[in-house]
């Protein structure tokens, strides 16, 4: 299963950038894919029948069973007292799946427990083969309770891949979970040639306050915003995606209470072309000087 190109556009739009919290929506980024084809599973079916159709040998789309189970158990539909026995379950299938799609939302399932419990499986699916297995992985993991004690070598390690949108959510995963040892690898990923991750691990530093990233957050801040009657664009960015980085740095700066950017922040607001991150900077600067 090849990872849709959209897929780190989406990333870049998504509050997963300002906020550092990864939402469960991207877990399911296949979902418009597949909308049609999940009306072939009943509503009436239980999680319990899912999880047999996971295992079953002749169902031909456990792939979908997981995609629905993962679904229902978003909606908290499944009480916790089952979570052991879905953990042992959905682990064992993901272990015997040669399927990527099943083994992805498998992970995405478990996932969406977040229970520590799950936690081994997880860690099991940073190694998958399968580059989307991965990243369901990855976003499980960031949308963790805060505290988990996990073992964070394997997603450190994956800042080293060769898959930009990989090494952008595990940067975010590791800033969501404010991990100590991550800030030097995350460091690192200021001088990457995908502007992507440059900006990710830039925005992912302000939670750690490391005023290494001040450069790549200026670069962001004053970046100008394209001329609509020129239709003049920035390579790879467009007149949206530059308003949201800019407002999830803004958001960022100000949840972490930090103001070692207030003059550029007053520049923005007194200089920024469009009203609503003017206005949001205007609005930063207030909190940030009290």
């Known amino acids: 299963m090849s990872t849709p190109p959209q897929t780190q ?8 950038v300002g906020s550092l919290v990864v939402p469960i929506a991207i877990v399911l980024f296949g ?22 159709e996971i295992h079953s040998k002749t169902f031909g789309n456990k792939w979908v069973a997981a995609y629905e189970l993962s679904k229902q158990i978003n909606s908290s539909q499944i009480p916790r007292e089952d979570y052991p026995w879905l953990v042992t379950n959905l682990t064992d299938a993901y272990k015997n799946s040669i399927d990527p799609r099943t083994r992805g939302f498998i992970i995405a399932a478990l996932g969406a427990l977040k229970t520590d419990i799950a936690l081994p499986s997880l860690q099991l699916a940073l190694i998958d083969a399968d580059l989307d297995v991965k990243f369901h992985a990855i976003v499980s993991i960031a949308n963790m309770p805060k505290g988990i004690k996990f073992d964070w070598s394997k997603l450190i390690e994956l800042l080293n891949s060769d898959k930009p949108i990989l090494k952008q959510a595990a940067i975010l995963a590791l800033a969501t979970h404010m991990v100590s040892e991550a800030q030097v690898p995350i460091r690192t990923q200021l001088s990457d040639s995908n502007f992507i991750v440059k900006y990710a ?3 992912a530093l302000i939670g750690y306050k490391d005023e290494s990233a001040t450069p790549a957050l200026k670069e962001i801040l004053l970046m100008p915003n394209p001329d609509a009657k020129a239709r003049i664009l920035p390579p790879a960015l467009d007149a949206q995606q530059i308003t949201d980085l800019k407002l999830s740095v803004l958001s960022t700066l100000q949840k972490h209470d930090w103001k070692v950017l207030n003059e550029i922040i007053l520049e923005v607001a007194n ?16 909190l940030l000087k009290k």
Do not use: C, Q
């Open 271 to 286: 200089k920024d072309s469009n009203n609503s991150v003017a206005t949001k900077a205007k609005e930063v600067l207030n």
């Open 31 to 52: 979902s418009l894919i597949i909308f049609g084809i999940t009306k072939m599973l009943s509503s009436e079916r239980s999680y319990k029948d899912l999880v047999e």
């Open 9 to 16: 556009k989406k990333l870049l739009e998504n509050p997963f």
């Open 201 to 203: 691990a830039a925005t």
